[in-house]
Every structure is written in structure tokens, then in C-alpha cells.
């Protein structure tokens, strides 16, 4: 039984949605959905039997700009690992400054860098397992990886920092 959670934000409004075996629950109310891509940014969605064509472009702040039937409005998805992250107060990313910490208790499965490498901002840097979940952590931002403070197969604490990143200088 495969299930996944997403939470749209759209203005003020919150909408819960999960997949679960194949069947589409909007707020925990089933729907009969399918969709199929037509080309990069453009979907064509058929919602409870009625086709909706539907366009969805990336923005720079991490949202989408969907358009449905000519309306425009700005989409913010979060996916299980944020609503996780949130639930328990926590940054996504576990970063904070240059220093990578862990968001939570877990186990180091890989370490995706070496000291001296050179990373780029939102690059993945560390693979942390806790709760079940695999979680990627990224640099915060651009720069060099100065330290590292766990290596793979370590159970870490709740705030252990693990990888420090030097800024990169212009």
C-alpha cells in the first residue's frame, strides 16, 4: 500500500491531498482524477470525468504559477518530508549560516562531498535516514566544504552538526 502526502497552499486556503494506491483524496474526500502530460508545463487533467487543461510553471521562490481555465494563481507545495520538517519545528534543509545540522535524531547513510570540494547553494551534500525516510540535506549556499563531522553508518543527534561549508567569496 503506497501513499503520499502533499499540502497545496494556494492564497490563504490549505488543500490536503493524497495519493494512495492510485486513487486521489482531495481534504479526504476521494475524486476520480487522471492526468497526462502534453508537454513540458502543460497537463491535461481530467477531474471527476471533466477534462481541464491545466499549465504549471516553476518560480524563482520555489512556488508554481498554475493556470486553469485562464485563471493565474500562485501554488506553494509542500511534500511529506516538509510537513514532517514543519511538524516538528524544524528547517527544512537543517541548515543554518555554513554549518549543516541534523534536523532531527537519525542515521548517516552517505556523505555526498569531501573537505575542499567546491558546492553550489540547494546542492545535496549529505544523506541523513531518519524515521523511515531517506532525507537529503543541502548546502545552504555556494562554497567549500571546510569540515566534516560525520561519515557514513553514524547515528547522530538532533541538532549535530555534520558539515561545515565556508562562503563562497566574489
Partial sequence: ????????????????????????????EPRECSFRTI???YVSLILD????PVSVEPTDDGSYRVTIRG??????VKDERALLMEEFGLEED???????????PGLVLDVLVS??????????????????????LKAPSAG???????????AVEKNALLIEIEAATE
Avoid at 497552499?9 to 491531498?17: A, K, N, Q
Avoid at 470525468?49 to 481541464?52: A, K
Fill in 49 to 52: 470525468g471533466r477534462s481541464v
Fill in 144 to 154: 567549500t566544504v571546510s569540515a566534516i563531522h560525520a561519515g557514513a553508518g553514524d
Fill in 115 to 136: 573537505v575542499g570540494a567546491t558546492v553550489e547553494a540547494d546542492q545535496g551534500i549529505l544523506v541523513l535516514e531518519a524515521m523511515k525516510m531517506e532525507n537529503e
Fill in 1 to 28: 500500500m503506497s501513499s503520499r502526502t502533499y499540502q497545496a497552499l494556494v492564497g490563504d486556503r490549505s488543500v490536503d491531498v493524497t495519493i494512495e494506491d492510485g486513487q486521489l483524496l482531495v481534504n479526504g
Fill in 39 to 41: 508537454r513540458k508545463g
Fill in 71 to 76: 485563471r493565474r494563481t500562485s501554488v506553494r
Fill in 94 to 104: 537543517g541548515a543554518a549560516g555554513g554549518e549543516v545540522r541534523a534536523p532531527m
